[in-house]
């Protein structure tokens, strides 16, 4: 019984923190970085469509880092250049945007980190 207990809190805490990811990527898209008010005036609907697709998938996922980061943001992105309607380079450029966000995605995990080790206490 203790083992389920376990691993069901190792679950929570995992899923918490790819939560803590995925909102935090979209924060600071929209608010931290330093042109976040360009941002938020140039947001498409697609690319509000693309990035809450990213968050849906990262969401479902028990661990997130980089590589993670970076694959989901790719497999989105494919589906957004396959469309005609769509400038690839406002497709490209999307990408960029999201991964050059991971270093501060990467404060925020080590933030929860610290904080779920603390509470542990």
Known sequence: MQKKNNLAKEVLVGTGLVAVV???AGAYFLYGSKNAKQHRKQVKSWTLKAKGEVLEKLEKLKEVNEEIYHKVVNEVSNKYQAVKSIDKKDVEELVRELKSHWK????????FH???SKSKK
């Open 22 to 24: 995925a909102a935090a």
């Open 104 to 111: 501060s995605i990467a404060k925020e995990v080590a933030a």
């Open 114 to 116: 610290k904080a779920k």
